[in-house]
């Protein structure tokens, strides 16, 4: 009997009528002889309402609580699911994450996947067909509940198909991953095939499909994913591993609207200064990206970007900072955009730099950073620019 992993997003479970489809689907996969082991989200937006309510509790809630609050989401999500799933005649098992062995470890809100018990699987599916599985959670070495983050559930499911050697099925409201998004280039093609490596940094440069660390374990341990919308017929796209000896230069553009760039002054060339911060950014996990420091005898200048969902993390480190340097300045702003690049072809193919400065000079859009790495380019633009920056970049490449 063949097993499959499958994914179901937030959107796609928003309602009980839409859980209730989802159920239907899931029968006939069973009756073709499938055994399903399902990752589920919150429905809707369910983890944000939770969050509304703790902010109006107090400004600091403890991490661990918070992890125990936000795992109520996707709890109730399996719970409805197997309750309908049942009545239709389906065996199926609701799992949380620490019922489903999924062991973690670092920070309560912010964990890693360390292991995941299969053993348990198995014996389960010897009486159940489906087993619903509470996406974006797990439990650490001291048996607390934890939680994995922005993206956790595309994690889980890919972390369990990593585990069950089998391929990754992701639902959600989109059908397949594009050239860009839609919504700022109507013409966007849909793409067939990914690659891995192509799919991580389109990711990890704000293309919002898939979190990048659910493609890296696809990677790592060679598991196609499927990405395709809810319960339709239209053709999504599947990442992989590929073949094809002839590559484009340029797969996508990726337009990264959720970032800050920050930007911070010091009199004196203090490299223990930049020690104490990026210890502070490691202790935090603040990823930060787009890195460029300039250090001479008038002092130093460093500027890196970073999500905006770590403002309030950034604020906190440089408040401690200026404790003991006073002179310390430091600005936040989020009037700026990312607008990358992104083909594995880049490696073996010269002139895709070139044309990317021509298109944005040409078009008088500024930009005040650029970070490259063997397949991708990225720069920083006004953020009023960067639709326009994206749209004339997917037509200068024929995307």
Same mark, same amino acid.
């Given at each position: ?139 650490? /070495?001291?048996?607390?509940? &934890? =939680? ?7 994690? $889980?499911? +890919? #972390? %369990? ?74 053709? /999504?796209?599947?990442?992989? &591993? =590929? ?7 340029? $797969?996508? +553009? #990726? %337009? ?144």
């Amino acid at each position: 009997m063949s097993s499959s992993v499958l994914k179901f997003g937030g959107s796609s479970v928003s309602s009980l009528e839409k859980v209730k489809n989802i159920a239907d689907y899931l029968k006939g996969r069973v009756e073709e002889g499938e055994q399903l082991v399902v990752v589920v989200s919150a429905m809707g937006k369910t983890t944000d309402e939770l969050m509304a309510q703790v902010d109006s509790i107090t400004e600091s809630p403890n991490e661990q609580d918070l992890a125990v609050l936000l795992t109520t989401g996707e709890q109730q999500t399996i719970s409805y699911l197997s309750i309908i799933l049942n009545d239709l005649g389906v065996k199926s098992k609701p799992l949380t994450g620490y019922q489903a062995g999924i062991e973690t470890v670092g920070h309560h809100l912010k964990s890693k996947i360390s292991k995941i018990n299969t053993d348990l699987f198995e014996q389960l599916f010897g009486t159940y067909d489906v087993l619903i599985v509470a996406g974006f959670q797990g439990f650490n /070495g001291d048996n607390e509940i &934890t =939680t994995l983050g922005r993206g956790g559930s595309d994690t $889980t499911a +890919v #972390a %369990l198909a990593a585990a069950h050697q089998c391929p990754c099925e992701i639902y959600t409201d989109v059908a397949g991953v594009y050239s860009t998004d839609p919504r700022i280039y109507s013409e966007a093609k849909r793409l067939d095939v990914v690659s891995h490596e192509e799919m991580m940094e389109m990711s990890a440069l704000g293309s919002g499909v898939l979190v990048s660390r659910s493609v890296e374990i696809a990677k790592n341990y060679n598991i196609p994913i499927y990405l395709g919308k809810t319960l339709s017929e239209e053709k /999504g796209t599947w990442i992989m &591993t =590929t073949d094809m000896l002839e590559k484009k230069a340029v $797969t996508g +553009v #990726a %337009l990264d609207e959720d970032m800050i760039h920050v930007t911070l002054n010091y009199p004196e060339n203090d490299t223990q200064l930049l020690d104490e911060l990026f210890i502070n950014l490691e202790q935090k996990e603040v990823n930060v990206d787009m890195i460029s420091q300039i250090a001479n005898n008038e002092g130093l200048q460093l500027s890196f970007t970073m999500k905006d969902t770590e403002e309030d993390q950034i604020q906190k480190i440089f408040s401690h900072l200026k404790q003991d340097y006073a002179d310390l300045y430091f600005k936040i702003e989020n009037r700026f955009v990312k607008v990358s690049v992104i083909g594995s072809g880049m490696r073996d193919m010269t002139g895709v730099a070139s044309k990317v400065f021509r298109t944005l000079i040409e078009s008088g859009i500024s930009f005040y950073q650029v970070t490259t790495s063997e397949i991708s380019i990225s720069y920083v633009v006004d953020a009023e620019n960067g639709e326009e920056a994206a749209r004339l970049l997917c037509e200068g490449f024929e995307l």
